[in-house]
């Protein structure tokens, strides 16, 4: 198998990590970094599939902890409001042949609001197990404890320099899962977390230990 110099291709990674498992090959190689959606973005998402309606005080909850406390990854978020629509609507046509309109729409609006609980409590926990594990576990524990600290104080990123500690694809730590904490943006040249979710988790783990 040779490797043309004169091909070119376009990779499109669904991990943040996914880049680390790449050969480097900085002179021929340009990435660009997709970030998750931003809030108006997410809401008009979710509009569009017409879940989690914002007259709800619940659901209007729900979207704030979406965007806050585990962020708005566009393959994730459309997978689940796709599942809640369809929860929703099966759990409509279990009603009685005579339940009310308003009876529908809040079995609808209960059923749409349990899948994205659901959702955000599954999120949550894995980010949880992957923080501790990255403090408690990595082999370098101590230098991701200050990399932690430093991106809960700037969470659009940190550089290599400002935390001294040089991103390797060889590290472990940033491919295997359980470890996936916190990422580095091939594009920015940025240490970020690795979701919201790992931020929020992060931003718990030190409180406790406060």
Request: overall charge neutral; some cysteine; aromatic content about 10%.
């Amino acid at each position: 198998c040779t490797d043309d110099k004169l091909a070119h291709g376009i990779l499109v990674l669904s991990d943040a990590n996914a880049a680390f498992k790449l050969k480097e090959d900085p002179h021929r190689q340009q990435f660009l970094w997709i970030d998750d959606l931003d809030g108006n973005e997410m809401n008009t998402l979710l509009d569009k599939f017409d879940v989690l309606s914002t007259d709800a005080a619940a659901s209007t909850e729900l979207r704030r902890r979406l965007r806050d406390e585990v962020g708005a990854n566009a393959q994730g978020l459309f997978k689940t409001a796709a599942k809640a629509k369809s929860a929703a609507a099966a759990a409509v046509k279990a009603l009685p042949a005579d339940a009310t309109e308003a009876e529908r729409v809040a079995t609808a609006s209960a059923s749409q609001r349990r899948v994205f609980e659901r959702f955000i409590d599954e999120k949550q926990r894995d980010a949880r197990f992957e923080v501790d594990n990255l403090l408690t576990e990595a082999k370098s524990k101590d230098k991701f404890r200050r990399l932690l600290l430093a991106l809960l104080n700037k969470p659009s990123g940190v550089a290599q320099d400002e935390v001294h500690f040089a991103a390797s694809r060889a590290s472990e730590e940033f491919k295997t899962k359980g470890f996936r904490a916190v990422t580095f943006s091939s594009e920015a040249k940025l240490f970020q977390f690795y979701s919201k979710a790992h931020q929020y988790a992060a931003g718990l783990w030190f409180e406790r230990e406060a």
